[in-house]
């Protein structure tokens, strides 16, 4: 039997990065078009940084079934778009009963999760906090401090990511904005549409679960 080696990564928290993992992708600016609130703000961002990354991942796969476990670093920039915080695209996973793990190692951040039903949850995390985000929670990572926002995941590699589900809702049912003294507050996103009963079905019968 050829088992599975064992995988030795260094993670450093100082360039946010997994070293001697075999993954790697970052977004820039122009890659987040669309998620917030205020579009003259963005326009400006992308004037002048449009191509800087705004977060990175690192990561080590080592396979694609459901008990091989994915781990990895998000590595995200501070700032915001006119007073809404720098957040991450977001998805649900695609098989929605996949949960994950966060651990954030430096910086200040809040998991927002939604469920598909549009309950929210909001959990502010800073170094050596972790985070389970159950299953078929839409989650997405908002960075409220003002230098990165460095987490350790991991989660089941057969997880996939359905970034659709947020795009089709209008966006998250909060926006995490800053409130004027020095903290952060939740405000609705008035683009925001719950989904239906039937898509709640939908997303819980795709994994197997009768709703
Ligand atoms: O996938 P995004 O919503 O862009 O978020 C960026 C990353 O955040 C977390 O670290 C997830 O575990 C990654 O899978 C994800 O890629
Ligand atoms: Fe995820």
């Avoid at 039903?117 to 159950?134: A, F, N, S, T």
């Amino acid at each position: 039997m050829n088992f599975t080696e064992p995988r030795l990564c260094t993670i450093s928290v100082t360039t946010g990065m997994l070293e001697n993992g075999d993954g790697h992708y970052r977004k820039s600016y122009r890659d987040l078009d669309g998620l917030y609130a205020d579009r003259a703000a963005f326009e400006s961002i992308l004037a002048d940084r449009a191509d800087d990354i705004a977060y990175e991942v690192t990561s080590y796969t080592p396979g694609g079934k459901t008990s091989d476990m994915i781990l990895g670093v998000t590595r995200m920039a501070p700032g915001k778009v006119g007073r809404e915080y720098f957040l991450t695209r977001g998805h649900i996973h695609a098989n929605g009963d996949r949960p994950e793990i966060y651990q954030t190692l430096s910086g200040r951040g809040i998991m927002q999760m939604e469920s598909p039903d549009g309950e929210v949850r909001l959990v502010e995390m800073g170094p050596q906090q972790v985070c389970y985000v159950p299953p078929f929670w839409i989650h997405r990572s908002v960075n409220i401090g003002d230098e990165d926002l460095v987490m350790f995941f991991s989660y089941p590699a057969d997880s996939g990511q359905d970034y659709s589900i947020i795009a089709r809702s209008g966006g998250m049912r909060v926006r995490i904005m800053d409130d004027g003294k020095g903290g952060w507050v939740a405000e609705d996103n008035t683009a925001w549409r719950n989904r239906s009963p039937e898509d709640v079905r939908a997303i819980l019968e795709n994994a197997g679960v009768a709703a």
